[in-house]
Nanobody, 125 residues
Framework: QVQLVESGGGLVQPGGSLRLSCAAS????????LCWFRQAPGKEREGVSC????????YYADSVKGRFTISRDNAKNTVYLQMNGLKPEDTAVYYC??????????????????WGNGTLVTVSL
């Protein structure tokens, strides 16, 4: 069974950094792309970043470009999201997700086949 387990969330001050991890099992990251989504209170779930586990190509939403970096470690079957310069508006539950048709051009919930359970990131004084 495909499983995605996020970790690394927590409380951080504005301008701080966090690194999220997504450990995948039941499949290899050599095949499907993996994306990060987030959902802030009262808002729709939105795509944040995607990475191709085959060629390493990446995509970032404009709201996080230049601040967040997605990376992977195929040997550990893990994808990371390094978040720097965090802002209060980054506060959300962050989810990793994968799917056969999920990718940079399809970074929307309808294209997700499997979701992690999410990890909460709170950016506040």
């Amino acid at each position: 069974q495909v499983q995605l387990v996020e970790s690394g969330g927590g409380l951080v001050q504005p301008g701080g950094s966090l690194r999220l991890s997504c450990a995948a099992s039941g499949f290899t990251l050599d095949y499907w792309r993996l994306c990060w989504f987030r959902q802030a209170p009262g808002k729709e779930r939105e795509g944040v970043s995607c990475i191709s586990s085959s060629d390493g190509s990446t995509y970032y939403a404009d709201s996080v470009k230049g601040r967040f970096t997605i990376s992977r470690d195929n040997a550990k079957n893990t994808v990371y999201l390094q978040m720097n310069g965090l802002k209060p508006e980054d506060t959300a539950v962050y989810y990793c997700a994968t799917g056969r048709f999920l990718g940079a051009a399809t970074m929307y919930p309808p294209f997700v086949d499997y979701w992690g359970n999410g990890t909460l990131v709170t950016v506040s004084l």
